[in-house]
Structure formats: structure tokens, C-alpha cells
């Protein structure tokens, strides 16, 4: 049974990736974008990555495609994407295509697959219980670094969006 639903999830992401790049109409491809975001949050749940599948549905799929969908209504769609071409464009996108592929298989080639070592505990993994685990004690400080670095591009965006002659 989770063969299938992991190939129907998988279907599911390739077609809604496909419909993010194909659409001409930017609405579309956000709402393609959030069937990819769904799709991944399944597999993710296939994984027994609980955690990750429910912070994948709430954050991406529910805050950040929202986000997208006001943005693209407030600057507003834009009716036709423009039809004319650059002059070599479609052989630039086919030789970085071929690239993108000639990379990857360079990079798989020296890949061995191995099975998860024994002596980890899986029934904890991908439980908010082990995610916790992990970020207070092994990655604490990379965890409040990461903090501290948001915290001071807040600050920054705050900063740089005032007007001139605000003395707030």
C-alpha cells in the first residue's frame, strides 16, 4: 500500500512541478506549486518524518504559498508573459539542460547505497521528540546563531523600510 501512495505522491509532485514552469498565468503556477508542496509533505509522512510532514503543509504549503498568492494579487497578474524570444535561447536552455543532467550523473557516480545504521533508534525519527532532541543539544549553537542572524534581518528590513525623514 505505501508503494502506491508513494508513486501516486510522486506523480503528483512531477505534474505540479511541470505545472509550476509550464502556466503562463502566475496564479496557476503558485496553486501547482502548493500541489507540489502537498505531494512532498506525503512523502515526507511515507518516511515516518511526522514533524517535517506537518511543518511542510502548515508553513510552505499554507503560510508561504498565501504570501505568494497576496503578493501576485497585489502587484497584480500580469496578462501574457512577453511571446518574443531572445535569439539563441532555446539552444542556451537545451546546453545548460544537457549540463544540469551531465552534473548529476557525475555526481551519482561514485554514490553506494547503504542501509541505515542498526544501531539507531528509528522509531523516534522524524518525531518532534528526536527534531528537539537534535536542536538542543547536538545543534544548539548553529540553532541560535540562525536565531540571532534572523533577529538581525528583521531589524535590517525594518531599517531599510522607513521613509526619509522618520525619526522613528
Known sequence: MAIVIFFIAAAMAVAGGIGVISFR???RSVLSLVVVM???S???LLLSAQFIFVAQVIVYAGAVMVLFLFVIALLGPAKEIA???LRFQASLSALFVLALFGLLWAMLQGVTYRQPDKTVDMSIFGTVQSIGLGLFTKFLYPFELTSLLLLVAAIGAIYLS???GDDR
Do not use: H
Open 25 to 27: 498565468q502566475p496564479i
Open 42 to 44: 506525503v512523502l515526507f
Open 83 to 85: 511571446k518574443s524570444r
Open 162 to 164: 522607513r521613509k526619509e
Open 38 to 40: 502537498i505531494a512532498l
